[in-house]
Structure formats: C-alpha cells, structure tokens
C-alpha cells in the first residue's frame, strides 16, 4: 500500500510539473488573441512628420532600458537597409515581447504611417500567421536616430511578409519604400474567416487591367508564359531591371491607362496622403506614358501569374505562384529614392552650406 502512495503522489507531481511546464510554453508563444490588433481609428487628415516623430517617441517613452536597447539603432546603421519578407531571426523590439501597452503604442504608430486601408491590411498580414499557426508576435518594431521634425530619422515596421521602412528627412517629406506586403493564404480557404483576401485589390486590379487589353495588346504585355519563381529584384539593396519589357502606357487607351491609375492606387494608398503625393509627383513629373505593364503566367484566377508596372521613378512587382496560386507577394520600390536616398542627399548638401 505504501509503494502504491508513494507512485500516485509521484503521478500528481509529475502531472503537476508538466502542467507547469505547458503553461510557462503557451505563456512565452503570444496567441493571435492575446496580441489582440487595435481596430482601424476613422480616417484622419494628412499626417506630417511630425505626428510620425511625435507617435515614434510615444512608442519609444513606453520601453524600459532593456527594450529601447532592443529597439533603437543609430541612422546610419547598416540595419536600416537589412530588410527581408522571409521567416527569419530579426533585429528591433518584437510585439511578443511587448505589452498591451506598448503594442497599442506600436499599431499607433503604424496608423499614423498608414490609411486606414493600408493599416486594415497590415494588421491582416500578421493575423493571417496566427491562421497559419505562426506564431504573429514575431514582427518587430525598429527606430533609427531620433524622432524629429528636423533631423533625418527612420523606423521598420517588419515580420514574415511584411516589410514597411520609413524614412523622414524634413518635417513634411517621408519616404516609404521599399514595401513589401504578402498574404498567404491569399484567400482564406476554411475556418471562420474562409473567403478573406488579404491583398484582393492588388490582384484583381491588375486583371481587370489585363481584360481591358486587345489580343495583341496581351501578346506584347505577357513577357513570359510561365511565371518566375518570386519577385525578380528580391530584397535587393537597390532595385535594378536591365530594361523596360511589356506594353507601354503610351499606347494604351483613355481607359486603360485609368485603369493603370486605379492598379497605381492600390499601392499608393496603403500610404498616408502626404507619402502618397509625394509618390504620384514623381511618376506623374516622370509622365505616365513612360510606365511600362509586364505579365507573364496565367491570366487566369487560382493559376500562377506575376505582373510588374516599372517607369523611371517606380517598380511595382507582384506575383501569385506558391501554394497552387495562392501566396501573394508584392513590392513597390522607389528607384530614385528608397530609403530616402535622394532626400537625404538634398537634405545633406543644403546643410552644408
């Protein structure tokens, strides 16, 4: 009798220590409802950099010392340029890692960068991890230099297929590029949010495009029968194609190039109202005729397609290949200007006088 005690009160240590041990497990993997996402605010006027810099020191007023350590990068690091879309070990200060404070201070941030369209799709792209069963508190927050309507700051906002760099050089000038944004599922396919699309406008959009070329139109956009394996320029430090391929917007119709404008659009309005004008100037000053479309795949739903817009100012690329067609990836570059490149430059050479 007493050998059978003894067991049975090892049993209930055992199951004890191991209850013990599962709760500290799912305590340290955030859950999508405890890193629960702030809904949208009403949209709001245009936001200066000044409200960018004042909602980034909120932010950085919520970390301890040990958090900030994390968090902050001098400008000139090399981290700022480090940007990826992949699954993979990140520097900054991760949403897991913060609390229900300072992850309300991050998405506010966040909205002050974005429109609430453009936030509706962020915060979409992290909770789609959690309906994967990944684990959403990996996406981190990075600030460069320090918050100021005066000097040159930036900050990252970035996890698995999400990657929005920041760059402020003059109290109304931001730079927002690269931007990457990618949604897997693309379309949800079971469970209660089945049907969701993510990122729908960035491909139907573009194949309302496509159905408004003629035949021959289509023959001379479609660059390739099969669509490459990801985007072309990756996360490459600066974006580069050896050439324009495709239809020129120079030869499509009235309605054609609206159409264009309306694909243009969807990518520009992820962003504040000042970032954006910012961005149609350039291709507007450009000219919308020297842009150029490019298809190659399927043209058909749920078949593998990519598609790019590429001009003198700007790169868009897309594609929809992975998981039988349904794994969005999509990346618009300045190519005069990410990471303020050109902004920083002016900004420099004014100063130094």
Same mark, same amino acid.
């Given at each position: 009798?007493?050998? @059978?005690?003894?067991?049975?009160?090892?049993?209930?240590?055992?199951?004890?220590?191991?209850?013990?041990?599962?709760?500290?497990?799912?305590?340290?993997?955030?859950?999508? #409802?405890?890193?629960? /996402?702030?809904?949208?605010?009403?949209?709001?006027?245009?936001?200066?950099?000044?409200?960018?810099?004042?909602?980034?020191?909120?932010?950085?007023?919520?970390?301890?010392?040990?958090?900030?350590?994390?968090?902050?990068?001098?400008?000139?690091?090399?981290? @700022?340029?480090?940007?990826?879309?992949?699954? @993979?070990?990140?520097?900054?200060?991760?949403?897991?890692?913060?609390?229900?404070?300072?992850?309300?201070?991050?998405?506010?941030?966040?909205?002050?960068?974005?429109?609430?369209?453009?936030?509706?799709?962020?915060?979409? /792209?992290? %909770?789609?991890?959690?309906?994967?069963?990944?684990?959403?508190?990996?996406?981190?927050?990075?600030?460069?230099?320090?918050?100021?309507?005066?000097?040159?700051?930036?900050?990252?906002?970035?996890?698995?297929?999400?990657?929005?760099?920041?760059?402020?050089?003059?109290?109304?000038?931001?730079?927002?590029?690269?931007?990457?944004?990618?949604?897997?599922?693309?379309?949800? @396919?079971?469970?209660?949010?089945?049907?969701?699309?993510?990122?729908?406008?960035?491909?139907?959009?573009?194949?309302?495009?496509?159905?408004?070329?003629?035949?021959?139109?289509?023959?001379?956009?479609?660059?390739?029968?099969? *669509?490459?394996?990801?985007?072309?320029?990756?996360?490459?430090?600066? *974006?580069?194609?050896?050439?324009?391929?495709?239809?020129?917007?120079? %030869?499509?119709?009235?309605?054609?190039?609206?159409?264009?404008?309306?694909?243009?659009?969807?990518?520009?309005?992820?962003?504040?109202?000042?970032?954006?004008?910012?961005?149609?100037?350039? /291709?507007?000053?450009?000219?919308?005729?020297?842009?150029?479309?490019?298809? *190659?795949?399927?043209?058909?739903?749920?078949?593998?397609?990519?598609?790019? /817009?590429?001009?003198?100012?700007?790169? $868009?690329?897309?594609?929809?290949?992975?998981?039988?067609?349904?794994? $969005?990836?999509?990346?618009?570059?300045?190519?005069?200007?990410?990471?303020? #490149?050109?902004?920083?430059?002016?900004?420099?050479?004014?100063?130094?006088?």
């Amino acid at each position: 009798m007493k050998k @059978r005690r003894v067991y049975a009160m090892g049993a209930v240590v055992l199951l004890l220590l191991l209850g013990g041990w599962i709760m500290v497990q799912v305590a340290t993997t955030p859950s999508p #409802e405890a890193l629960q /996402i702030p809904v949208a605010m009403a949209a709001q006027p245009t936001p200066p950099s000044a409200d960018l810099a004042a909602a980034a020191q909120h932010f950085l007023n919520t970390l301890d010392d040990e958090q900030r350590a994390q968090a902050v990068f001098s400008f000139d690091s090399a981290e @700022r340029f480090n940007w990826h879309f992949v699954p @993979r070990t990140r520097q900054g200060l991760g949403l897991g890692a913060m609390t229900d404070a300072q992850r309300t201070a991050a998405y506010a941030l966040l909205q002050t960068a974005l429109t609430e369209d453009g936030y509706a799709k962020a915060t979409g /792209i992290v %909770e789609l991890e959690g309906i994967l069963g990944r684990d959403p508190g990996r996406y981190y927050v990075s600030v460069f230099g320090t918050p100021s309507v005066a000097e040159p700051w930036g900050w990252r906002f970035e996890g698995h297929h999400l990657s929005l760099n920041f760059s402020s050089v003059t109290q109304t000038v931001v730079a927002a590029t690269p931007s990457f944004w990618g949604a897997n599922p693309a379309e949800v @396919r079971q469970g209660e949010r089945s049907g969701w699309r993510v990122l729908a406008a960035e491909e139907d959009e573009a194949r309302a495009l496509w159905n408004l070329l003629t035949d021959a139109q289509q023959q001379r956009t479609r660059i390739a029968n099969q *669509a490459p394996r990801d985007i072309i320029t990756g996360a490459d430090r600066h *974006a580069r194609l050896e050439r324009f391929e495709g239809f020129p917007a120079a %030869e499509m119709t009235t309605a054609q190039q609206a159409q264009l404008q309306v694909l243009l659009d969807v990518y520009l309005n992820n962003m504040a109202a000042d970032v954006a004008t910012t961005q149609r100037d350039a /291709i507007d000053d450009a000219g919308l005729d020297a842009l150029y479309l490019a298809w *190659a795949g399927s043209a058909e739903r749920g078949e593998a397609h990519y598609y790019r /817009i590429h001009g003198p100012t700007v790169l $868009i690329e897309y594609d929809n290949i992975q998981n039988g067609a349904n794994h $969005i990836h999509a990346v618009w570059r300045d190519l005069q200007d990410d990471f303020a #490149e050109d902004l920083l430059r002016q900004h420099y050479e004014q100063h130094a006088h």
